[in-house]
């Protein structure tokens, strides 16, 4: 008899199949969340493997042996070496790829010496065929000693055989097998014998790793002092033993490879990954093709995204008409709608962004073409201190810094993932544009060069191109100030190209989304209610004096009244204590050419970049309708310093548009940082940096253009 409900992990080598089976056997029943103490992502999902049993499936990082150097691979070997407290599996599923067997078949022989209930479930064999490899499924389970189940998660292939082999296991009628793979007692016998008799319940090959390990388990003192005495005492040599294990094992694996698995035709010409890897590899075709990809993706992200974010926008809009036409006029009712419905149209219109951004993203890993992208530039990304893991991210911070901040968690090295970490807020996001482009219309001369080269788009393109040079050069510096020791290992393993699995995107855009709306969202709305209390209360002497003020001049002149009521708006704007604070911060801003209608455009931008336009809309009381747009330059290129100068001159322009490109002034970019990083030292180290940097070139340029 066993329990209704079972743990069972899912354990395998990256791109073996293993996130396609979890989804194949879950569904839509999953959920996300963290391992305790690491940024490593846990799926867990339900499952019904027969009618008497249930279980919770648990996806687990990728590994390559149980020797890990990772902190994802640390995690799946703490739960194999039952040395996590949350979770204790009734039974592993091992996903080995059929096209690379001989690979996989050193993990699967390390976890099956751990005498734990394993279930062996074999992927790609359909490619295996098409390359002319046969795997003999009958005599693999006799050599390995444990079920082995062909599937195909992703035509949903042989996936009830498999949970017919794992209730099986669970209720014991396939039992571990009596001999190991190897002989592991032999690699260290005495000091394994000892352990024994402080453990009895381990395996030779468990005691093995409690010898070379035992410091980073959770083990009582007198077992932590006995084990390491018995290390001492037999002078246990960690690197002799792990050597030659693993070359017994592949000797062990030759074996068996010659058994169950035959080449039919071993001189076959090269697949079709092969011809397109000489492309999309190549030193000069593949970085063209590379750079197109890109293009398209980004294009793709802008072109669709406008119309989910337009149809969000238009019912915040509707929402606020709506409520304000409803809901009398009242500071609970400007709390909700200039507070709380501002707050939540910040949190969803980002989320068509970050759905359609890594669905992208997705497809892209689903083909194989992702890790192309590492590969080729792995050379340049290390001489700065990153790797090729961190171009993804980086190139994902031109459409938003949140998800490209979200899918950092790929990158194994911590120092590197910290890197990455800080310098993606510096590519120019897609919530600089509005700032560019106003600033750009403003302060840059409409010329062509050659007749189609506009200065305008060649300052755009600039200012992209100045945001990836300034990201390599901070990373290049930060890389000396990061103290983890921890080694940096590039190992890729370029996988197959494929059809992407769309349940796979899906999925991977509704859990994305999930996490934003929830976690960077809470952050968001306490930010957005916080910015509204500064922008609409102040002393409450000067907010009585300018409206009455306003009030006198309206009932004087009522045919005034809407450009009167705008005035007001602006000038109680001014009179806040968010007013109060661009006043007082404009001697500081001033050597940047920036006045304090500008400062507290910084100030509220800090809640999202392109608050920037709407900001000056309203100080510069400018109707929010039709064609207000060239009204609003109009008003800005009209606009004067105290001593009679303009406000936007060249170098103001260009001083603001470097602000603006280097500042931190994304409270949800805070948000996540603190979220991946579960610490507020990094996101107020990127504040602190950011921010300075924006200052340092800002006063620069200034200096040099005025």
């Given at each position: 008899?066993?329990?209704?409900?079972?743990?069972?992990?899912l354990?395998?080598?990256?791109?073996?199949?293993?996130?396609?089976?979890f989804?194949?056997?879950?569904?839509?029943?999953?959920?996300?969340?963290?391992?305790?103490?690491v940024?490593?992502?846990?799926?867990?999902?339900?499952?019904?493997?027969?009618?008497?049993?249930?279980?919770?499936?648990?996806?687990?990082?990728?590994?390559?042996?149980?020797?890990?150097?990772?902190?994802?691979?640390?995690?799946?070997?703490?739960?194999?070496?039952?040395?996590?407290?949350?979770?204790?599996?009734?039974?592993?599923?091992?996903?080995?790829?059929?096209?690379?067997?001989?690979?996989?078949?050193?993990?699967?022989?390390?976890?099956?010496d751990?005498k734990?209930?394993?279930?062996?479930?074999?992927?790609?064999?359909?490619?295996?065929?098409?390359?002319?490899?046969?795997?003999?499924?009958?005599?693999?389970?006799?050599?390995?000693?444990?079920?082995v189940?062909?599937?195909?998660?992703?035509?949903?292939?042989?996936?009830?055989?498999?949970?017919?082999?794992?209730?099986?296991?669970?209720?014991?009628?396939?039992?571990?097998?009596?001999?190991d793979?190897?002989?592991?007692?032999?690699?260290?016998?005495?000091?394994v014998?000892?352990?024994?008799?402080?453990?009895?319940?381990?395996?030779?090959?468990a005691?093995?790793?409690h010898?070379?390990?035992?410091?980073?388990?959770?083990?009582?003192?007198?077992?932590?002092?006995?084990?390491?005495?018995?290390?001492?005492?037999?002078?246990?040599?960690?690197t002799?033993?792990?050597?030659?294990?693993?070359?017994?094992?592949y000797?062990?694996?030759?074996?068996?490879?010659?058994?169950?698995?035959?080449?039919?035709?071993?001189?076959?010409?090269?697949?079709?990954?092969?011809?397109?890897?000489?492309v999309?590899?190549?030193?000069?075709?593949?970085?063209?093709?590379?750079?197109?990809?890109?293009?398209?993706?980004?294009?793709?992200?802008?072109?669709?995204?406008?119309?989910?974010?337009?149809?969000?926008?238009?019912?915040?809009?509707?929402?606020?008409?709506?409520?304000?036409?409803?809901?009398?006029?009242?500071?609970?009712?400007?709390?909700?709608?200039?507070?709380?419905?501002?707050?939540?149209?910040?949190?969803?219109?980002?989320?068509?962004?970050?759905?359609?951004?890594?669905?992208?993203?997705?497809?892209?890993?689903?083909?194989?073409?992702?890790?192309?992208?590492?590969?080729?530039t792995?050379?340049?990304?290390?001489?700065?201190?990153?790797?090729?893991?961190?171009?993804?991210?980086?190139?994902?911070?031109?459409?938003?810094?949140?998800?490209?901040?979200?899918?950092?968690?790929?990158?194994e090295?911590?120092?590197?993932?910290?890197?990455?970490?800080?310098?993606?807020?510096?590519?120019?996001?897609?919530?600089?544009?509005?700032?560019?482009?106003?600033?750009?219309?403003?302060?840059?001369?409409?010329?062509?060069?050659?007749?189609?080269?506009?200065?305008?788009?060649?300052?755009?393109?600039?200012?992209?191109?100045?945001?990836?040079?300034?990201?390599?050069?901070?990373?290049?510096?930060?890389?000396?100030?990061?103290?983890?020791?921890?080694?940096?290992?590039?190992?890729?393993?370029?996988?197959?190209?494929?059809?992407?699995?769309?349940?796979?995107?899906?999925?991977?855009?509704?859990?994305?989304?999930?996490?934003?709306?929830?976690?960077?969202?809470?952050?968001?709305?306490?930010?957005?209610?916080?910015?509204?209390?500064?922008?609409?209360?102040?002393?409450?002497?000067?907010?009585?004096?300018?409206?009455?003020?306003?009030?006198?001049?309206?009932?004087?002149?009522?045919?005034?009244?809407?450009?009167?009521?705008?005035?007001?708006?602006?000038?109680?704007?001014?009179?806040?204590?968010?007013?109060?604070?661009?006043?007082?911060?404009?001697?500081?801003?001033?050597?940047?050419g920036?006045?304090?209608?500008?400062?507290?455009?910084?100030?509220?931008?800090?809640?999202?970049?392109?608050?920037?336009?709407?900001?000056m809309?309203?100080?510069?009381s400018?109707?929010?309708?039709?064609?207000?747009?060239?009204?609003?330059?109009?008003?800005?290129?009209?606009?004067?310093?105290?001593?009679?100068?303009?406000?936007?001159?060249?170098?103001?322009?260009?001083?603001?548009?470097?602000?603006?490109?280097?500042?931190?002034?994304?409270?949800?970019?805070?948000?996540?940082?603190?979220?991946?990083?579960?610490?507020?030292?990094?996101?107020?180290?990127?504040?602190?940096?950011?921010?300075?940097?924006?200052?340092?070139?800002?006063?620069?340029?200034?200096?040099?253009?005025?």
């Amino acid at each position: 008899m066993i329990n209704s409900n079972i743990h069972i992990a899912l354990v395998g080598n990256p791109n073996s199949g293993k996130t396609s089976l979890f989804n194949s056997l879950t569904g839509l029943n999953q959920k996300v969340g963290n391992f305790p103490g690491v940024t490593v992502d846990k799926k867990t999902g339900g499952c019904r493997i027969s009618e008497s049993l249930t279980a919770e499936l648990i996806d687990l990082p990728g590994s390559y042996s149980l020797y890990p150097r990772r902190s994802d691979e640390w995690v799946s070997y703490k739960v194999l070496m039952n040395q996590d407290a949350e979770l204790k599996p009734g039974v592993v599923i091992v996903v080995a790829d059929a096209t690379t067997l001989k690979r996989n078949l050193l993990f699967i022989s390390q976890v099956i010496d751990l005498k734990i209930p394993v279930v062996l479930a074999l992927t790609m064999l359909d490619v295996a065929r098409k390359k002319d490899i046969i795997v003999d499924l009958k005599s693999l389970e006799r050599e390995l000693g444990i079920p082995v189940v062909a599937v195909n998660p992703r035509k949903n292939k042989g996936i009830d055989q498999l949970k017919k082999a794992i209730e099986e296991t669970a209720k014991k009628l396939y039992r571990p097998p009596a001999f190991d793979f190897i002989q592991n007692k032999n690699l260290a016998p005495e000091a394994v014998t000892e352990v024994k008799e402080l453990m009895p319940q381990l395996s030779d090959y468990a005691a093995i790793h409690h010898l070379i390990n035992h410091e980073s388990f959770h083990l009582s003192n007198e077992l932590q002092n006995g084990i390491e005495e018995i290390e001492q005492k037999n002078k246990v040599q960690h690197t002799r033993i792990q050597a030659e294990e693993i070359m017994q094992r592949y000797q062990r694996i030759k074996q068996i490879v010659q058994n169950t698995i035959s080449e039919k035709s071993p001189f076959k010409k090269q697949m079709i990954a092969e011809k397109l890897d000489r492309v999309l590899l190549h030193r000069v075709w593949g970085y063209a093709v590379l750079l197109f990809v890109l293009f398209l993706l980004f294009q793709s992200v802008f072109w669709i995204a406008q119309y989910p974010m337009n149809m969000i926008e238009l019912a915040f809009l509707k929402l606020d008409t709506f409520f304000s036409n409803l809901l009398p006029d009242t500071w609970l009712t400007d709390l909700f709608i200039n507070g709380v419905l501002a707050g939540l149209s910040g949190i969803f219109v980002f989320v068509p962004q970050i759905m359609i951004l890594f669905g992208l993203i997705t497809i892209l890993e689903e083909t194989g073409y992702m890790a192309r992208i590492g590969f080729m530039t792995d050379k340049i990304m290390r001489k700065v201190g990153l790797n090729g893991k961190s171009v993804m991210p980086m190139i994902s911070g031109f459409a938003c810094a949140v998800p490209a901040i979200m899918s950092v968690r790929n990158i194994e090295n911590k120092k590197e993932r910290l890197l990455t970490i800080l310098v993606t807020p510096l590519m120019s996001c897609s919530a600089r544009l509005p700032v560019y482009t106003i600033l750009i219309a403003l302060v840059i001369p409409k010329i062509n060069y050659f007749g189609f080269l506009s200065l305008q788009g060649l300052v755009m393109m600039g200012l992209y191109v100045f945001s990836v040079v300034i990201a390599m050069a901070v990373a290049f510096i930060a890389k000396f100030f990061i103290d983890v020791k921890e080694k940096s290992f590039f190992i890729l393993e370029l996988p197959l190209y494929r059809h992407p699995r769309y349940m796979n995107v899906l999925l991977t855009m509704i859990e994305k989304a999930k996490i934003f709306v929830f976690d960077a969202g809470k952050v968001i709305m306490v930010i957005s209610l916080l910015l509204w209390a500064l922008s609409s209360y102040g002393p409450q002497e000067s907010m009585a004096n300018e409206t009455e003020k306003y009030n006198q001049l309206i009932a004087v002149n009522p045919q005034q009244k809407t450009n009167l009521e705008k005035e007001k708006q602006a000038a109680l704007l001014q009179n806040s204590y968010a007013g109060r604070m661009g006043k007082y911060i404009e001697p500081v801003i001033s050597p940047l050419g920036f006045d304090w209608k500008i400062g507290i455009a910084i100030i509220t931008s800090f809640a999202a970049r392109e608050v920037f336009v709407g900001t000056m809309a309203t100080l510069y009381s400018v109707d929010s309708e039709g064609g207000d747009e060239q009204t609003l330059r109009q008003k800005m290129n009209a606009a004067i310093k105290s001593d009679g100068t303009k406000v936007y001159t060249l170098a103001t322009g260009v001083s603001l548009m470097i602000f603006y490109l280097l500042a931190m002034q994304c409270m949800s970019t805070l948000a996540v940082v603190k979220r991946e990083t579960r610490s507020w030292k990094w996101p107020i180290i990127q504040l602190v940096y950011m921010t300075g940097l924006a200052y340092l070139f800002s006063f620069f340029a200034y200096q040099l253009l005025k």
